[in-house]
């Protein structure tokens, strides 16, 4: 099983600012089989980005994601107020499709 | 458009089970797999199995191997997670989701395992 640990558990950051969000993974992800979710409380996830990179429909360009075999990057280039909640990155490379414990981006 | 529709919450007895369904529509239900993950509250996402809406394939979260069963009813478009021998550490909200890497996933259904 592959296990993702992401860092930091939480950023705590202003609206305006560049957010990095990291997914480390315990072996090399299969052909980049990485996404990110934003999810807010009360509420389903969101799919940010899949592949590692691509950004799903509808998602702002201010969310990027980077990375290859076993370290992925979320960046958030400028901090929108409704972009405060938590972030988790899974891969699906292999079985089972593992989630990382997520991080938590609150505001300052 | 693609929804995915649960059923309704549910309190349940420790070592009962439970049998959550999620209605799809708007696609071509056996062009794509059903995911089900769970969140305890509180916690994190867990990933609980797959199973493919074209052929009836599974995969399961080891953990709970023995305990769940994932089925699709093709007539109906219609997904089901079965979990049997509940504990009060099974007390969640179940989703579902289509497929892998989802961006639609059904509104959640809380399972509460309480005597």
């Known amino acids: 099983e592959i296990v993702l640990t992401q860092s930091p558990a939480t950023l705590s950051l202003s609206p305006g600012e560049r957010a990095t969000l990291s997914c480390g993974a315990s072996q090399s992800v299969s052909s980049s089989y990485l996404a990110w979710y934003q999810q807010k409380p009360g509420l389903a996830p969101r799919l940010l980005i899949y592949?590692?990179?691509s950004r799903a429909t509808g998602i702002p360009d201010r969310f990027s994601g980077s990375g290859s075999g076993t370290d992925f990057t979320l960046t958030i280039s400028r901090l929108e107020p409704e972009d405060f909640a938590v972030y988790y990155c899974q891969q699906y490379g292999s079985s089972p499709g593992t989630f990382g414990q997520g991080t938590k981006v609150e505001i300052k | 458009q693609v929804q995915l529709v649960q059923s309704g919450a549910e309190v349940k007895k420790p070592g009962a089970s439970v049998k959550v369904s999620c209605k799809a529509s708007?696609?071509?239900?056996?062009?794509?797999?059903i995911s089900w993950v769970r969140q305890a509250p509180g916690q994190g996402l867990e990933w609980m199995g797959w199973i493919s809406a074209y052929n009836g394939n599974t995969n399961y979260a080891q953990k709970l191997q023995g305990r769940v069963t994932m089925t699709t009813d093709t007539s109906t478009s219609t997904a089901y997670m079965e979990l049997r021998s509940l504990r009060s550490d099974d007390t969640a909200v179940y989703y579902c989701?289509?497929?892998?890497?989802?961006?639609?996933w059904g509104q959640g259904t809380l399972v509460t395992v309480s005597s």
């Open positions: 708007g696609y071509t239900f056996t062009s794509y797999g």
């Open positions: 989701a289509r497929d892998w890497a989802s961006a639609y």
């Open positions: 592949d590692a990179s």
